[in-house]
Every structure is written in C-alpha cells, then in structure tokens.
C-alpha cells in the first residue's frame, strides 16, 4: 500500500505575483482524460519509471543508463531516492524554475496547489498526482515523479546510447524502488536489450517474491544485490522491513549463478551509514556471510559510502530526514571499514569503496580505495 506523504508547505522561492483567478477543469474531464490515456497505454506492457539517467558510472561497469523504476519493497531511513518509494505518481516543485505565473494552480483539478509568499504549497492528501500541472508548467518548475513507459518506447529510448555502451564496455542497468515490484515488465525490458546484443544489470535490494527474481534474473548480465545489515531487528529499524527474506533470496540468487550462464557477474553493495550500518560488527558479519555462501561467485563487495545530497529531495516531497544535518564519512574510515571487509574472510581483492567523503572541509567525490 502506498505511504500517505502530509500536507506541506515547500520553501524554495519567494516574491511572487499578485493573486490571480483561478480556473480550474473539472475534475470528471481530467478523470476522463485519464481513462482514455490509461485504456490505450494498457494495451501494451508498461512501466511506471522514476527516471532515465544517462552516463551513470555507478550502477554496474562502464558507462551506463540507469532506468529508475517508481515503487520499493524497502524503507530505509537513508535512502537517497525518496520519489522512489511510493508506487504512485507524485509531483514536485522546483523553485528556482518557477516564473511564478500561477498556471499549476489554475490547471489542477483538485485544488491541490497554492503559491504563497515562501514557495508552493501542495496538499499531499487531495494531491492524485495526475500530472497536469506538470504538464503545462512553462518552466518545467512542476515535476511529474512516475511516468507510465510502454516496452517497446523504453527500450527505443534508452539504446540510443549504445555507442558509449560499446566504446566503454557499458550497459544499462534497472533500478528502483525495487524493480522486483514491476518483475514482469522488467524481465521483458531486460530480455529485449540482451536481444540487442547490450549489457544488463539488475539492482536489487532482494526483497520481493522469488518468483519475481526466478523470472528477471535469465536476462541480467550482472546483479548488484544489497546487503545493507545483518542484525534483523537493526535492519527492520532502518529500512522497515526484516532481513530474513532479503537473505534467503540472496541464496537462492546464489544457487541459480552457479547453474546458469547469466548472470556472469555478482556484486554485493553495502551501503556505509553514519550510527547504522558503519558499524565494524555489521562488516564483519556481511564478510563472514559472504565468504561462507557466496565466496564462489562474488566478483566484487562494494563499500557505498553515506550520501547526503538528497536533502532537497525530502523538502520538495515534504517529508523530515532524520540524517539532513549527518556529516559525510571521512576517507579514514571508509579505509578502516575497507581493512575491516578485507579481514573478514572474503577474498581482499574484491572489496572496494565508493562515494563522496570528507577530509577536513574538502568534499573527494566518487573516491576509491583498495588500501591493504
């Protein structure tokens, strides 16, 4: 079930115009519209995508396409992707587009939208985010989160980069959300792209049916597969949710590389999280878990270190982060968890560290480190 996000207020942008009438369509014309949109996008498998991010070198190896799928199994309290969670479209404003000309407010159907003297506000509970706004926004201030892709038309667009794919020995890679939440379409787009001779990876935070996984994971060249903590009780505080099924597809992920041709190549991410997951107990228990059960067929554990660029995220969707005031790590202790994971039974060359970190005042993005 979607998560009920309050009413807010966001605070971006102020001196705006004076009152102007209001014109709103009617709400029956605007389902209307929607009815005939949805009977002839149904027609074909669809998806409900986030976002397409090009020349991504943080998803998989080379230079890559990121499809952002919308909906995640998953609520963990650092997460950089906030406008993934939910399955439902939303929208977002972004104030430093706006002309402040007031034709959001006049085009939404259910009188969501108010400018006040420090910024939009959006009513979160009468919001259906239909798009509308979005829509006719001149300045593209208003933001449509969750865009209904066919098959075909997605996988049109995102291989226009296959030249950099080539050159770069790149791919594309399907994240989310949890793209276990939309397996079917997924497996189709991923089987689509191998057709075309493209690299795939498949991002995933393990929770969802096995089936779902059983059915995507013949067309993945690679799977990046998290493993964020392994206390249960710790991991159903940060992220909602307990670990034991995120652990058992995992193994059962595992059985199905050592038997099958695809995927080639395993990597497990952990995400490094200031007072959660950086813990030395947490990484020491991941490595013994992967030298025990998937020393054989992990090419590489990655270290993720604590991103907190997504603070205005959380402002546009208006919702508190708990971590918006947390400090980025310093490259100390990314190097001491990276001798941490090394020390923990898995094969050291395979560990590695990525991310922005903080020496002194100076921000070092993208940093890696194999330090012995």
């Known amino acids: 079930m979607p998560r009920k996000i309050p ?11 004076a009152t102007m009438p209001i014109l709103r369509p009617s709400a029956a014309s605007c389902r209307m ?48 992707n906030p406008e993934s969670i939910s399955m439902q479209p939303q ?33 979160r509970s009468t919001c259906d985010g239909c798009g509308i706004c979005a829509r006719e926004c001149p300045s593209t201030a208003m933001e ?10 997605l996988t049109n667009e995102v291989v226009k980069d ?21 397996s079917a379409f997924v497996a189709m787009f991923l089987k689509s792209l191998r057709e075309r001779g493209i690299h795939t990876a498949l991002d995933t935070c393990g929770l969802c049916a096995t089936t779902a996984l059983e059915a995507m994971l013949p ?11 392994m206390e249960p009780k710790k991991h159903r505080r940060f992220t909602g949710e307990s670990n034991e099924k995120i652990l058992g597809n995992l193994l059962f992920a595992a059985d199905y590389i050592r038997n099958h041709i695809y995927p080639a190549a395993f990597w497990i991410r952990t995400p490094m999280i200031p007072g959660m997951t950086a813990r030395e107990d947490n990484v020491l228990k991941i490595g013994n878990f992967i030298a025990k059960h998937l020393g054989d067929i992990v090419n590489r554990w990655e270290l993720c270190a604590f991103n907190n660029l997504c603070r205005d995220k959380y402002l546009r969707l208006g919702r508190e982060w708990v971590l918006r005031d947390e400090p980025l790590l310093t490259r100390e202790s990314m ?26 005042d100076t921000i070092f993005p993208e940093s890696k480190s194999a330090a012995n």
């Open 7 to 17: 009413r807010t207020t966001g605070i971006y942008w102020s001196g705006l115009p």
């Open 33 to 80: 519209k929607s009815s005939r949109g949805s009977a002839i996008m149904n027609s074909k498998p669809t998806a409900r995508v986030l976002e397409i991010q090009r020349m991504s070198t943080e998803d998989g190896p080379g230079i890559r396409t990121t499809v952002f799928l919308k909906g995640c199994s998953l609520k963990c309290t650092w997460c950089h």
């Open 91 to 123: 929208v977002h404003w972004i104030g430093s587009r706006c002309l402040g000309c007031r034709t959001c407010v006049s085009v939404c159907p259910s009188g969501s939208l108010s400018l006040t003297g420090i910024g939009m506000e959006i009513n």
């Open 144 to 153: 449509l989160l969750g865009k209904e892709w066919a098959l075909d038309d």
């Open 162 to 182: 296959k030249a950099y794919f080539e050159k770069s020995k790149g791919g594309i890679t399907v994240s989310g959300g949890e793209p276990g939440m939309q």
């Open 219 to 229: 067309y993945a060249s690679m799977v990046l597969y998290d493993i964020k903590e």
């Open 335 to 360: 190097e001491q968890f990276t001798r941490i994971a090394k020390a923990s039974g898995v094969n050291p060359d395979i560990v590695a560290w990525t991310g922005s970190v903080r020496l002194a």
